[in-house]
């Protein structure tokens, strides 16, 4: 069985003479298999080249013919050009081409014409589709796994058909990153148009609209100075995400909207992706505090006897992986056991339904600070459930129309609203509505409370200045 390719420039006569003479061969005898590739006359030079020099080949016109071993695979074998495979047919089969110059110039002609309008319906398609574009950093965190299956749920981003999805990790291998999109594919996910692969930085976030950061650089100072420790993890998430932050401002889309989440540094990450992405507007950036959120409302959800979800209107404030304070000033507590109840929908204060103040002002705090780090204790994993669960209700609150009830606690920046200093990203009360968030204005501020937040704010600024 012969199987042979014939590639050449659309408008070349010759290689719609050789065409000519391989459909002929291809009618008559039934072993004899031909493989065309026509190439538009402005990228014939490149691709021949290429093409040579894969195969180690010599050759320099239209057309170029090569035969390929059906069942071994391999190197094609170089037959040579348009006299080289009507040698070879005449030689090996007897059958020959006898087209008139007229008939050659005729179909080059159609050739080129019919190449370009496939090339102008493929632009045309290519435009048409103009997928989502989302791009997940620090792609082989464990998180990723949990959350990649999550980002493709019906609803969560509406209008929109088709996803590309490009992952990217600076510090993990490409064959790893080539065995997650591989399992990504393995999905079958209709609105999935294309997963990429980055290792190559220099071309991070081309074309975003939506960006989820999970890096969480660990310590490697070997200085047994704690805050020597710090302060040189610091410096490189300074140095990491200042680069991030000018690939934002040059290669994704001016709208796009970017959420940063993990254990350290939230807020000093966020606040340096903003900064470093000047054409952005900074409401285009968040920091994720839902995570933290949710674990305080299962700590008070125990306490009262209460399913988590019972619990809302839990507001965090602050250093999201740092100095950070539960607000309950707003809480509320439905179905709860109590003296009182009411029809569906009925809900208590918190604030009037714990009567253990001590337990509230000591143990609390603590056991939500220590909340996560048991849990990865136990599991010796991230915590990617509720990592994954917290990126999810904010994606769907910001591209959805959400209550203008439901308060979330989110890192934003702040344009000195309730004292706290303009320009940093703090953990604060915000709702969402048409698709923005802004920040809830009618949260009591007591003097006690802003002791605590200016607290927060100290250590953050404390934070920004070790990363200058």
């Given at each position: 069985m012969a199987k042979f390719?014939?590639?050449?420039?659309?408008?070349?006569?010759?290689?719609?003479?050789?065409?000519?003479?391989?459909?002929?061969?291809?009618?008559?005898?039934?072993?004899?298999?031909?493989?065309?590739?026509?190439?538009?006359?402005?990228?014939?030079?490149?691709w021949l080249e290429d093409a040579c020099a894969s195969n180690g080949w010599e050759h320099s016109s239209s057309p170029i013919v090569w035969r390929e071993l059906i069942d071994r695979g391999g190197k094609g074998l170089l037959l040579g050009g348009f006299s080289d495979f009507l040698e070879h047919a005449?030689?090996?089969?007897?059958?020959?081409?006898?087209?008139?110059?007229?008939?050659?110039?005729?179909?080059?002609?159609?050739?080129?014409?019919?190449?370009?309008?496939?090339?102008?319906?493929?632009?045309?398609?290519?435009?048409?589709?103009?997928?989502?574009?989302?791009?997940?950093?620090?792609?082989?965190?464990?998180?990723?796994?949990?959350?990649?299956?999550?980002?493709?749920?019906?609803?969560?981003?509406?209008?929109?058909?088709?996803?590309?999805?490009?992952?990217?990790?600076?510090?993990?291998?490409?064959?790893?990153?080539?065995?997650?999109?591989?399992?990504?594919?393995?999905?079958?996910?209709?609105?999935?148009h294309e997963v990429t692969v980055h290792s190559d930085q220099t071309k991070a976030f081309q074309e975003a609209h939506f960006i989820i950061f999970l890096d969480d650089l660990q310590p490697m100072c070997e200085s047994?100075?704690?805050?020597?420790?710090?302060?040189?993890?610091?410096?490189?998430?300074?140095?990491?995400?200042?680069?991030?932050?000018?690939?934002?401002?040059?290669?994704a889309q001016k709208d796009v909207r970017v959420i940063v989440a993990g254990d350290s540094f939230v807020n000093l990450k966020c606040s340096l992706l903003i900064e470093n992405a000047?054409?952005?507007?900074?409401?285009?950036?968040?920091?994720?505090?839902?995570?933290?959120?949710?674990?305080?409302?299962?700590?008070?959800?125990?306490?009262?006897?209460?399913?988590?979800?019972?619990?809302?209107?839990?507001?965090?404030?602050?250093?999201?992986?740092?100095?950070?304070?539960?607000d309950l000033q707003r809480a509320k507590v439905f179905r709860y056991d109590g003296a009182?109840?009411?029809?569906?929908?009925?809900?208590?204060?918190?604030?009037?339904?714990?009567?253990?103040?001590?337990?509230?002002?000591?143990?609390?705090?603590?056991?939500?600070?220590?909340?996560r780090t048991t849990i990865s204790s136990k599991t010796n994993k991230a915590t990617a459930i509720s990592t994954t669960n917290g990126i999810m209700t904010i994606l769907k609150a910001w591209n959805n129309d959400a209550s203008p009830e439901d308060v979330f606690s989110l890192g934003v920046i702040s344009t000195g609203q309730f004292g706290i200093p303009a320009g940093l990203v703090f953990s604060m009360p915000v709702s969402f509505r048409d698709g923005c968030w802004s920040v809830c204005s009618d949260v009591t501020v007591t003097d006690e409370l802003r002791q605590k937040l200016n607290a927060c704010a100290d250590e953050l600024k404390m934070e920004r200045d070790t990363a200058a």
């Open positions: 390719v014939l590639a050449g420039k659309a408008d070349c006569p010759y290689y719609a003479k050789a065409e000519f003479l391989a459909d002929v061969l291809q009618r008559n005898l039934p072993d004899f298999h031909i493989h065309k590739i026509c190439v538009h006359p402005s990228d014939w030079e490149k005449q030689g090996y089969y007897g059958i020959t081409s006898d087209m008139n110059s007229d008939l050659m110039l005729n179909i080059s002609a159609e050739n080129r014409q019919t190449k370009e309008l496939c090339i102008e319906e493929e632009i045309h398609r290519q435009t048409s589709l103009r997928p989502l574009h989302i791009w997940i950093s620090s792609a082989l965190n464990p998180i990723c796994y949990s959350l990649i299956p999550q980002l493709f749920s019906p609803g969560l981003f509406p209008g929109l058909p088709t996803f590309s999805l490009h992952l990217m990790d600076a510090d993990g291998s490409e064959e790893m990153l080539q065995g997650l999109k591989m399992e990504t594919e393995d999905l079958a996910l209709h609105r999935l047994n100075d704690v805050q020597d420790d710090k302060d040189h993890t610091v410096s490189r998430v300074a140095e990491r995400l200042r680069c991030y932050g000018q690939l934002i401002e040059a290669n000047p054409s952005v507007d900074p409401h285009n950036f968040v920091a994720m505090t839902t995570q933290l959120e949710y674990e305080a409302k299962t700590q008070l959800a125990q306490k009262l006897s209460v399913k988590t979800a019972d619990i809302t209107n839990v507001i965090v404030w602050g250093n999201i992986s740092g100095s950070f304070h539960i009182i109840w009411g029809p569906d929908g009925f809900s208590q204060q918190v604030m009037e339904m714990i009567y253990d103040w001590k337990w509230l002002q000591t143990d609390f705090m603590s056991v939500v600070h220590k909340h």
